[in-house]
Nanobody, 125 residues
């Protein structure tokens, strides 16, 4: 599975951005897609995840109520709509595929087999 994240940029606090994760390869594979981020000088952390069907989602406490994950399997794309952005949301955001599961979201990055290249989100105060 190949993944490519896009949509990052510079935004003011309180603003919004939508990240996209385009997937390709392994036709017919069903997998959970996760979003992770690495803030400057910090460890990578789980942000959100969505099952293959889109019927189940999960969010880190720090983004719950502000971020919304969705997917369009017809377009092979997963989205992360980010609203009410804060300076502490500044990070490189990565999408990843967990091919071990299609309907169970794991927050541990170790479970994810394939990773996109990351897209930088900068939120100014």
């Amino acid at each position: 599975v190949q993944l490519q994240a896009s949509g990052g940029g510079l935004v003011q606090a309180g603003g919004s951005l939508r990240l996209s994760c385009a997937t390709s390869g392994r036709t017919g594979s069903r997998f959970v897609t996760g979003w992770f981020r690495r803030p400057p000088g910090k460890e990578r952390e789980f942000v959100s995840g969505i099952t293959w069907s889109g019927g189940s989602t999960d969010y880190a406490a720090s983004v719950k109520g502000r971020f919304t994950v969705s997917r369009d399997n017809a377009k092979n794309t997963v989205y992360l709509q980010m609203s009410s952005l804060k300076p502490e949301d500044t990070a490189v955001y990565y999408c990843a595929a967990d091919v071990s599961y299609d309907e169970y979201i794991v927050r541990n990055s170790v479970s994810y087999d394939y990773w996109g290249q990351g897209t930088l989100v900068t939120v100014s105060s």
